[in-house]
């Protein structure tokens, strides 16, 4: 049981990080934080495109994996 408690959290600090790259890797949308890292200048380049409509597919995939994982550790401390 220790190993699968190991597991997880090694899982979850992965996710985290990679989840905060990932967003921090989306366009910004106006206003905000994302502008501070340059996300403004690019807004006026147009729709999105096969690259970003990627990213987003990606992001909502890791962020399930990282809401299941949060929802493992969370069963594992209160039934293990």
């Known amino acids: 049981m220790e190993y699968v408690r190991w597991f997880l959290n090694g899982l979850l600090v992965v996710t985290s990080a990679f989840l905060v790259l990932l967003i921090l890797m989306h366009k910004g949308r106006g206003g905000g934080m994302s502008d501070m890292f340059g996300g403004g200048m ?7 495109s096969v690259a970003e409509r990627n990213l987003n597919r990606i992001t909502i995939a890791v962020a399930v994996v990282w809401t299941a994982v949060v929802v493992a550790i969370g069963l594992l401390i ?3």
């Open 42 to 48: 690019s807004s006026s380049l147009g729709g999105s």
């Open 78 to 80: 209160s039934y293990g």
